[in-house]
């Protein structure tokens, strides 16, 4: 057992002696070798630039058509749109941001063209007082009917001068208020008038047009379609208001003032013989022809 335990002791290492160092001597090491810093290896410039030039090439072969950069101040063309375009490699190229915006072509949008409201005058005042109900003579106009005295108006005309009521005493006048020139129900009905006109007149009567369009206007429509009747200018519609056909209207959802589509018959006295309102214009003509008396 003696000799066992020799070998093993013999064979055991010795243990080292830590060598502790003074301050001094740490300071004078410190100073005798500096510490190098940990080197970090660089990537090779040339497969960082072969992997962007490899990335470009892709995107120029996947984009066949040369699409034109938006510039500001450049209107778009027709059929053109705005689309979000990444540079290749991400770099910023003179404070440029990184989605550059592009056109792209494609075909033309369809818009639906949306009917056209006139510049009409401001709605009528209604007369209130303490204690007042709104009545049909809050608005001038909405109470005359068959048998009254048609009221009395002097309006520029397409005859190049003002043309009055009163000047066709002894005749059958037929009144009608259209809301615009040139609009398809107006074209129909101003056409109706002039074809059924001979015979109108034979029995006495003239046609004269009324709407909220100015001379100009009224001049361009009556040559387009040669209309032989005058049309005058209410464009204030002061006269529209006395005959009650200045309404409320709405269309699309949009609420707005204009002329209601109405006729008047006057006889040779002055005096409203017949009231159409809300003239469905086919046929409106023949109608209005079989009410003149001969």
Known sequence: MAATRSKKSSKAKPKKKIRRSSPARAKARAKAKPKTKRRVA?????????????????????????????????????GQKFKLRAKAGGAFEHGEPQGLLELDEGPPMEFSPEPEIPHIPPPPKKRRGKGHQLSMLDYPGDSLTVGMQAPEFSLPST????????????????????????????????CGFRDNLPRIES?????????LDDELSHERFAQKYNLPFPLLADKDAAVSRQYGTYKEKSLYGRSFWGIERTTFVIDREGKVEHVFRRVKVEGHAEEVMATLSL
């Open 203 to 211: 029995k006495s009567g003239v046609v004269l047009g009324i709407s």
């Open 42 to 78: 660089a990537k090779p410039k040339a497969r960082t630039k072969a992997r962007t030039k490899a990335k470009a090439k892709a995107i120029t072969k996947s984009k066949s058509v040369a699409r034109p950069k938006a510039k500001a101040g450049v209107p778009l063309k027709p």
């Open 159 to 190: 005859l190049g001068r003002r043309v009055s009521l009163s000047e066709f005493r002894g005749k059958q006048v037929v009144l009608y208020f259209y809301p615009k020139d040139d609009t398809p129900g107006c074209t129909m009905e101003a």
